[in-house]
């Protein structure tokens, strides 16, 4: 596996630029956000955080992909045992793993769930930017995963739903400022423009019925597709 670029530095982001849109049917927000332009974008290089965002704590998140770019084989088993410690950059990069190793259902169901809670995190931000870096994301993670999900809706709508319920019943450990970090404002500012902690679980369940509605749309839609095509 070729060395991945650290969770800190926008190159991550920057690397899978130009790749084929994967975004998939449970895409929700790309409908609602304003399109982005050149000056909306992420920094495109290594940045180095200031102020509050140098004091985002990623260290664990980071360990995780760097054990994982290095090779270490019980990594992934580490990651399941406690996923609600890791951001979503390092659930993307195992379902990625799990996905190209033949564990389909696992692996779609972790890249939901990576999408998902990228999403809510990229709400709870006030720089905008964020949610160009979770569509970044979703192009690199979900380039295999995104034409498998739509190819069976059924399948799809059985584990994006088990992605929703298990996600209500969670607790998030991990500090959702980690999007703060792919966005435009770590590269100029030193304080981050963010939801306060209380408002947090209000905006996961918020988006989770987005998410689910956007699901029911967009499988609609597919199912009409399929039922004209077999015509």
Known sequence: MKKLSPLLLCVLLAACAGKPDSDTAANTESKKQTPQTSEQQPPQGPVTPKGEFARIDVSRSQQAMDDIAAGKADTINTILQDPNSYAPPVLYLMSAIMFDNDYEDQGTF?????????????????????HAAVSQLNKQFGVRIGPHSMGNPDRLQAIVNQVLQWDSEQTRDYDPRWIALQGRDVA???TIDFAPEAKWQEINALTRNQYRQGLEQALAEIREKQAEQAK
Request: aromatic fraction near 12%; charge should be neutral; charged fraction near 25%.
């Open 188 to 190: 100029t500012e030193t």
């Open 110 to 130: 972790w890249y939901y769930v990576a999408q998902l809670r990228a999403r809510s995190d990229a709400n709870k931000s006030g720089d905008n930017t964020t």
